[in-house]
């Protein structure tokens, strides 16, 4: 093919394919839903991913985003540079397990997000091994997590507390594996205790 007959061909091409990508719509191009920053109100969401094992990313009318479960604290996953606390994988394998993919009903706290804009409530899922069981408590008497009461988010401190003290008590979970210390390192346990 001489050199002008393939210039125009390629020349040809390239304005066929800006005439298809304009005719594409915009809403139909994928983009990255940021978190929503303003009130949310109660209600069913998905949960799309699991980000550890007290924070999950939902989609729910009017949110998309990273909620942090109120009242409990489970040891941490590992992170660049920081190694997991213990039993902070089988935390977070235990909500991925019991949560994802699942339609949860979303109970955003009196304070509704946290220094990281993450949402801060309860969920309870509709269906699945923990259907109809609030997720804090769960992971509290599993041995799963701590209790973390900060104000005023506390409506549930008093009965997440009992869950993890028969946790302990049975030792299940985390307090037979290793205890707190090690699941939380250089964290305080509840009451300074």
Request: net charge neutral; hydrophobic share 45%.
């Amino acid at each position: 093919m001489p050199p002008r007959r393939s210039t125009l061909l390629i020349l040809a091409l390239l304005v066929a394919a800006i005439i298809i990508a304009r005719l594409v719509p915009v809403s139909s191009q994928p983009t990255a839903a940021a978190p929503s920053t303003g009130p949310v109100v109660a209600g069913p969401g998905l949960v799309v991913e699991v980000l550890d094992g007290d924070t999950v990313r939902i989609q729910m009318a009017g949110y998309e985003g990273p909620v942090r479960i109120v009242g409990i604290d489970t040891p941490e996953i590992e992170h660049p540079g920081r190694p997991a606390g213990c039993f902070g994988t089988q935390a977070a394998d235990a909500t991925r397990a019991w949560l994802l993919d699942r339609v949860v009903d979303v109970q955003p706290a009196i304070e509704q997000r946290d220094r990281y804009e993450r949402l801060l409530a309860r969920i309870v899922p509709r269906d699945g091994p923990i259907a109809g069981r609030d997720l804090s408590r769960t992971l509290a008497l599993s041995g799963f997590a701590r209790e973390l009461a900060i104000a005023p988010n506390t409506d549930d401190a008093p009965a997440i507390a009992q869950q993890v003290a028969i946790a302990q008590r049975e030792a299940r979970g985390l307090w037979a594996a290793c205890g707190f210390a090690a699941a939380f390192p250089g964290k305080e346990p509840a009451g300074g205790k």
